[in-house]
């Protein structure tokens, strides 16, 4: 009698849907937390539009970034005159 | 007008402040800052620019980087790792002034013999000083190779060590004479072709166009061995070193 | 070879002319004059040759096309300019013309046949690699965002949890009292049904007694009718009785 009793009372208890465990681990993410604070960490909405300053940056803005190829003109034409100043200066204003 | 130049004008290092005896400021000085400026601009514009996805200028860049990194780690391991910075920096030092050295009217740091070999000699310094730190006295087993005959002892530690102390000549000297006779080539070549076209007759001046096409492959042969110069460098330093920590 | 090197050769003849100019020691003008005969030849003597494509005026369009500015004056004046500048730099012997001008016109042809061979070559694995990173992080981005819709998912389905369980417990609570109720009509019911027993047992007893009492006082009666029969006082008086009775009876006929 006692038995069956117990067993009523067991039985009339609901099942167990619901543990801390099915939310911080399961299929996808090891620690639901881990990953909420990183969100929350991160900015949002679109990155701002980095208005160049520098001289630099306008350059890199204008030619690196949209893989021109003017830099390496750029590049030659500088060492060009640089080096053709050096040899001027040095030696060719010497010959005539 | 047509008087020629000494082909080996291009390398005379010229003083800027002649009046000072004390402070030297010369071409090579230039030269070496330029060199300076561009390694750091180039490698500015990689890290500083915060983007993930590079440009394509960026990923010349990572292609050296990568490459020498693969470089170190297939000669050194995961040991050599940091000797990395030093063996990257070199590297772009070295392709940077080779390849700026190839525009026409520049100065070749690498040519300079005096450069090269003081380099490589401060290299080896180092490295040895880095396999007696390591090693103590066992250093000198580098030496002596394993397994030979004991009267043959003393001719063999000769050997080696003469081998091993010429390293430090060779490898400037390697880089110095190549990149010396890269630029006396050209220089003379094109002063040959200059010689004909400047002649005051017609045919004499379509002729010079006629070594046009092997200069060009000279010139881009220089070009091809201004980089190759440049890893050749690198990695016999990384060798050396290798030498230096693992004792063959 | 020919076709790349073609747009070359005319500056080379140029520079053989500004050299010649100089040694000659002729005037800005009359160089100019001279060098823009040249030029014209050259482009005809160049177009001229078999394999060239179109001919010599669109050459000379594409060209032209190639110089900057909007207008045709403007194009003109800045090749006059240009070529102006030119030999004054080198009449002037600011530019000195020396085996290291062969070296830099070699120079520029490499660079124009590196451009157009190695920079494509060059382009095309730089995207090629820049893409594959760009696809791996999108990818990588595509993905993570997949797995945390999964996650979000499954974590919404806890989310009715707790009126779940409440409904799951008001249920279980009921189901307790309805079967409480039952248990206590069952046991009313029970009670009814013994008591009725009890009850029916005690009916039936009492009618048991009652007529166990009944038997026994007919029997008594009877015994103690027999009784009075025996004795003669009242077999008397029941015989006077019958004989009145039946004198009465006679008296009516």
Redesign the interface.
């Known amino acids: 009698m006692s038995t069956q009793f117990t067993r009523k009372i067991s039985s009339l208890i609901p099942p167990k849907i619901a543990s801390p465990s099915s939310v911080s681990t399961g299929k996808g993410m090891g620690n639901m937390t881990r990953v909420i604070n990183f969100y929350q960490n991160l900015p949002r909405g679109k990155a701002p539009a980095v208005v160049p300053k520098t001289f ?1 940056e306008k350059y ?1 803005q204008k030619y ?2 949209t ?1 021109s190829s003017k ?1 390496l003109v750029h ?2 034409l500088f ?2 005159t ?3 100043s ?2 001027y200066y ?2 060719l204003r010497h ?1 005539h | ?1 047509l ?1 020629m ?1 000494s082909p080996l ?1 291009q390398f ?1 290092i ?1 003083n800027f402040v002649n009046n000072l005896s004390f402070l030297k400021f010369t ?1 090579f000085s ?1 030269y070496c800052m ?1 060199v300076l400026g ?1 390694y750091y ?1 180039f490698n ?2 990689v890290f500083k ?1 915060g983007k ?9 860049i990572e292609a050296l980087y990568s490459t020498m990194l693969n470089m170190v780690k297939s000669q050194m391991g995961n040991k050599g790792n940091k000797y990395f910075p030093l063996m990257y920096s070199l590297f772009m030092f070295m392709l940077f002034s080779n390849l ?1 050295s ?6 070749a740091i690498n040519a300079q013999l005096m450069f090269t070999i003081s380099l490589s000699m401060t290299i080896w310094m180092g490295l040895t000083m880095l396999g007696l730190i390591k090693h103590k006295f066992e250093y000198f087993g580098l030496f002596m190779p394993s397994g030979t005959s004991l009267p043959l002892v003393p001719f063999l530690v000769m050997i080696e060590m003469i081998s091993n102390i010429a390293r430090s000549i060779s490898l400037g000297l390697r880089l110095g004479a190549n990149m010396l006779s890269g630029h006396l080539l ?2 003379i070549l ?2 040959l ?3 004909f ?2 002649s005051s007759s017609f045919i004499i ?1 379509i002729l010079g ?1 006629i070594p ?2 092997m ?2 492959g000279i ?2 042969l220089e ?1 091809a061995m201004a980089a190759k110069q440049a890893y050749v460098f690198c990695v016999l330093t990384c060798s050396y070193i290798k030498d230096a920590i693992y004792l063959h | ?1 020919l076709k790349v ?1 073609r747009p070359v ?1 005319p500056a ?1 003849g140029n ?2 002319l500004y ?2 100019a ?2 000659l020691k002729i005037s800005g003008v009359a160089a100019t004059a001279k060098l823009q005969t040249g030029l014209s030849l050259r482009a005809a003597y160049s177009t001229g040759s078999p394999n060239s494509s179109g001919s010599p005026k669109a050459v000379a369009d594409s060209l032209i096309a190639k110089l900057p500015g909007n207008t045709p004056l403007s194009k003109s004046g800045l090749l006059a300019t240009g070529i102006g500048a030119a030999s004054y730099v080198i009449g002037n012997s600011l530019y000195v013309v ?7 016109g ?2 520029a ?2 660079m124009y ?1 590196a451009s157009r061979t190695v920079a494509p070559l ?2 095309d ?3 090629g ?2 893409n594959h ?2 696809k791996t ?1 999108n990818d990588a981005r595509a993905d993570h965002v997949e797995a945390v819709k999964t996650r979000v998912d499954e974590v919404k389905k806890q989310s009715i949890v707790v009126p779940v369980t409440k409904s799951l417990f008001a249920l279980s609570k009921e189901t307790i009292q309805l079967e409480s109720e039952a248990f206590k009509r069952a046991q009313e019911v029970e009670i009814a049904a013994k008591a009725k027993e009890v009850l029916d047992s005690w009916v039936r007893y009492e009618a048991s007694v009652r007529q166990r009492e009944q038997a026994d006082l007919a029997k008594s009666v009877i015994a103690e009718v027999e009784q009075a029969l025996k004795d003669k006082s009242t077999q008397d008086k029941i015989l006077s009785q019958a004989i009145a009775q039946s004198e009465q009876v006679f008296k009516k006929v």
Do not use: Q
Not at chain 2, 52 to 60: K, Q
């Open positions: 630099s890199y690196i970034a893989n830099p590049f030659i060492f060009l640089t080096g053709y050096l040899d040095f030696h010959e | 007008m008087f130049n004008e005379e010229n071409t230039l330029l561009v601009m500015m514009y620019s993930l996805i590079s440009t394509n200028y960026n990923m010349f700026i190839m525009i026409p009217y520049n100065f050209l220089t094109c002063g072709m200059f010689d076209i400047m001046a166009f046009l096409i200069i060009l010139v881009s070009f | 070879m090197l050769r080379f520079l053989g050299g010649s100089n040694a020396n085996a290291e001008t062969c070296l830099l070699v120079f042809v490499l046949i060059y382009k694995w730089a995207e690699h820049i990173i760009s992080l």
